[in-house]
């Protein structure tokens, strides 16, 4: 019902208004959230307050605002407003103190930078400023380790305990037909050994599949990425270095983050990418018939 609703709505409107909408409404909820949540960062991580989100799904919101504001600007179409929502935005994303995020967003940034064919003066003078200041973070601040090593350096090994869920979900002793077609969405936890816990989350939009729609649903799952990654990089320019951009911010996060293949925010800006990137999408509509020359 969602893939459908974000394909009416695609065939309705414009890609510009489609994902402004999309965006627009990711930074509303993200920034209410963030507001309402600001208090919990006493505990050391930004956190939902109404809506209850969690840090990860804050820091994914704004990842996006980011990205879609870099685009933007990079096209020399953004506004003042457009750039105090990405700082903003990205000032959020840290204090979410997401990982997983934070790494995969600088990849997409680095992909998003590197297609621009000519930059103009304010995105040129941004980026080549941020060099330095980059630098300086990374070598001579502990924010980036105090970021990394969060929890101690036993998370960083297991990632955050992940890696326990995925043995334990890649051993689970099923039927025949759970192993192929899996056990349904609603499994989202699987029992594990060894640990004073007796099931854990599954943290993996990719170890979710195999235990929810098996290899059946796995594979199907991999080609849809595959050919979204396909159709983004055949899609026409001004799209196509955003549409690679979240492409790489999301898939990658989806390795150690659940959600890309759910009914959640990631989804939909999945969803709509994919759905973008058909050719359809971009192809010239067909002429409308001549009535004079059909009577003729």
Same mark, same amino acid.
Request: glycine fraction near 8%; charged fraction near 10%; charge should be neutral.
């Given at each position: 019902?969602?893939?459908?609703s974000?394909?009416?709505?695609?065939?309705a409107?414009?890609?510009?208004?489609?994902?402004?909408?999309?965006?627009?409404?990711?930074?509303?909820?993200?920034?209410v959230s963030?507001?309402?949540g600001?208090?919990?960062?006493r505990?050391?991580r930004?956190?939902?307050?109404?809506?209850?989100?969690?840090?990860?799904?804050?820091?994914?919101?704004?990842?996006?605002v980011?990205?879609?504001?870099?685009?933007?600007?990079?096209?020399?179409?953004?506004?003042?407003?457009?750039?105090?929502?990405?700082?903003t935005?990205?000032a959020?994303?840290?204090?979410?103190?997401?990982?997983?995020?934070?790494?995969?967003?600088?990849?997409?940034a680095?992909?998003?930078?590197?297609?621009?064919?000519?930059?103009?003066?304010?995105?040129?003078?941004?980026?080549?400023?941020?060099?330095?200041?980059?630098?300086?973070?990374?070598?001579?601040?502990?924010?980036?380790?105090?970021?990394?090593?969060?929890?101690?350096?036993s998370?960083?090994?297991?990632?955050?305990?992940?890696?326990?869920?995925?043995?334990?979900?890649?051993?689970?002793?099923g039927?025949t037909?759970?192993k #192929?077609f899996?056990?349904? !969405? %609603? +499994?989202?936890?699987v029992? =594990?050994?060894?640990?004073?816990?007796?099931?854990? &989350?599954? /943290?993996?939009?990719?170890?979710?599949?195999?235990?929810?729609?098996?290899?059946?649903?796995l594979?199907?799952?991999?080609?849809w990425?595959?050919?979204?990654?396909?159709?983004?990089?055949a899609?026409?320019r001004? #799209?196509?270095?955003l549409? !690679? %951009? +979240?492409?790489?911010?999301? =898939?990658?996060?989806?390795?150690?983050?659940?959600? &890309?293949? /759910?009914a959640?925010?990631?989804?939909?800006v999945?969803?709509?990418?994919?759905?973008?990137?058909?050719?359809?999408?971009?192809?010239?509509?067909p002429?409308a018939?001549?009535?004079?020359?059909e009577?003729?």
């Amino acid at each position: 019902m969602l893939v459908m609703s974000i394909a009416f709505l695609a065939s309705a409107f414009e890609t510009d208004r489609l994902i402004a909408s999309v965006v627009g409404s990711l930074a509303s909820v993200a920034a209410v959230s963030a507001v309402t949540g600001v208090g919990t960062l006493r505990s050391g991580r930004l956190e939902g307050g109404l809506p209850s989100l969690a840090s990860n799904e804050i820091a994914f919101a704004c990842g996006v605002v980011v990205l879609f504001v870099m685009h933007h600007a990079k096209e020399s179409v953004a506004r003042v407003w457009h750039l105090a929502a990405g700082v903003t935005g990205f000032a959020v994303m840290w204090l979410t103190g997401s990982r997983t995020t934070t790494a995969t967003f600088v990849v997409a940034a680095f992909v998003l930078i590197l297609q621009s064919r000519v930059l103009s003066v304010p995105a040129f003078i941004t980026c080549a400023a941020a060099v330095p200041v980059a630098a300086w973070v990374a070598l001579s601040t502990p924010v980036i380790t105090e970021l990394l090593f969060r929890g101690g350096s036993s998370n960083v090994t297991t990632l955050s305990s992940r890696t326990i869920a995925w043995q334990a979900a890649l051993s689970f002793d099923g039927a025949t037909f759970q192993k #192929w077609f899996g056990g349904g !969405l %609603a +499994l989202k936890y699987v029992p =594990v050994s060894g640990q004073y816990w007796q099931t854990q &989350l599954l /943290d993996s939009s990719w170890i979710s599949a195999l235990v929810q729609v098996g290899f059946v649903g796995l594979a199907l799952a991999a080609l849809w990425v595959c050919l979204a990654f396909v159709g983004a990089m055949a899609s026409p320019r001004p #799209w196509r270095p955003l549409w !690679l %951009a +979240l492409l790489v911010f999301m =898939v990658p996060r989806s390795a150690l983050e659940s959600g &890309l293949f /759910d009914a959640s925010a990631a989804f939909i800006v999945f969803a709509l990418v994919s759905l973008q990137v058909e050719p359809a999408a971009h192809s010239p509509a067909p002429a409308a018939p001549d009535p004079v020359r059909e009577s003729a």
